[in-house]
């Protein structure tokens, strides 16, 4: 992941974290956090943690305690769509992984039905390559004789959004 984080603050009032990054500032809820802050163990101190590359945030308690929460968790909570699509692929990208394992076909036939490079079918089965399209790996799914459904279902309200 390409994005890091620019600034953190703690927002007591509301009991969230503002965290800023290249394109936005996003929140994320104090009740997220192990352990978390109360009346009695305070937010002490919060800074982006150079250690995680600048992805992710340490907070520390007055009690000593600390906690980080990585950009990620962030992104999680605030559903956004470019990480959500990174997580589709990440899945898909594993089950055609094992299908392809598991498959009676050979890497060449694979190759040939797809009508792709060798080289393109590494990218597709690499985990770590997000270039790659949904549409490519939903081909390889296919040639490998599998069914891909699609299901989308109402999301139970979280507290704070209306349902």
Avoid: W
Avoid at 38 to 56: I, M
Wanted: hydrophobic share 35%; net charge positive; aromatic share 6%.
């Amino acid at each position: 992941m390409a994005m890091k984080i620019r600034a953190v603050a703690g927002n007591n009032r509301k009991k969230v974290f503002e965290v800023t990054t290249s394109t936005r500032t996003l929140v994320f809820p104090y009740a997220k956090l192990d352990p978390q802050p109360t009346v009695q163990d305070t937010l002490e101190r919060v800074f982006v943690d150079p250690e995680l590359n600048r992805e992710g945030f340490t907070y520390i308690l007055t009690s000593g305690r600390e906690g980080t929460v990585h950009l990620e968790q962030v992104l999680e909570y605030n559903q956004d769509p470019g990480y959500l699509r990174d997580v589709l692929l990440y899945k898909l990208t594993i089950e055609a992984q094992q299908r392809v394992q598991a498959s009676p076909l050979s890497k060449r036939e694979i190759i040939r039905r797809l009508g792709t490079s060798a080289t393109q079918l590494y990218r597709l089965l690499d985990q770590t390559n997000y270039r790659k399209t949904i549409d490519q790996l939903l081909s390889l799914l296919h040639v490998l004789d599998c069914d891909v459904d699609l299901v989308v279902r109402a999301t139970t309200a979280r507290p704070g959004r209306a349902a």
